[in-house]
């Protein structure tokens, strides 16, 4: 596996974005995977996703620590391979690496990856999507919109991490705190 993220690695070239800087603190995702990952996200949520996760690539990378090792391997290995002409050119027809198509190009890729006749290619729209998903509306930025007032608990102070900065709740919700 080692070999064949190394490999990928070395022939990824994706699209250079000024949203994700090369100086970015990340365990498990480096600038070019962080890059992939934009696009991806991109694709899968529109344009200015940012907007409402500004912290997507970095809550992913946080997400990967808790994956096991074979299973981060398989989405940076997915991210990287979606990178090549190759993998492209056999999915969706498009000879173009994943980030440098345009966002309709994209989302024609993960469509045919969502329809393909490979479990493989369905297991890796699955996991761009879910990734994808998650990590937004984990965002309290996207909460307004989805009609979600926040976390519910009888005892906010135990919600106060870090210390100085709250977590939204709802007082009047009657629901327990599960122990």
């Known amino acids: 596996m080692a070999g064949l993220l190394k490999t990928l690695e070395a022939l990824a070239n994706p699209k250079k974005r000024p949203e994700v800087k090369p100086d970015m603190t990340l365990e498990h995702l480096n600038t070019k995977t962080a890059l992939i990952l934009f696009a991806v996200g991109e694709a899968v949520l529109g344009e200015n996703f940012l907007a409402k996760a500004p912290k997507f690539i970095e809550m992913v990378d946080d997400y990967l620590n808790y994956q096991r090792p074979a299973q981060r391997g398989a989405f940076l290995t997915a991210l990287l391979l979606a990178e090549t ?16 198509q345009t966002l309709l190009q994209r989302r024609k890729t993960l469509e045919q990856l969502r329809s ?62 599960e122990p």
């Open 85 to 100: 002409r190759l993998f492209n050119f056999i999915v969706g027809g498009n000879p173009k690496p994943f980030s440098h």
């Open 116 to 177: 393909s006749k490979q479990q493989q290619g369905r297991n890796i729209y699955a996991a761009f999507v879910n990734v994808s998903a998650s990590t937004y509306y984990a965002s309290d930025l996207t909460w307004p919109e989805l009609g979600y007032p926040g976390v519910s608990v009888d005892h906010p102070e135990i919600l106060n991490i870090p210390p100085n900065k709250p977590v939204p709740w709802r007082p009047k919700d009657p629901r327990p705190v």
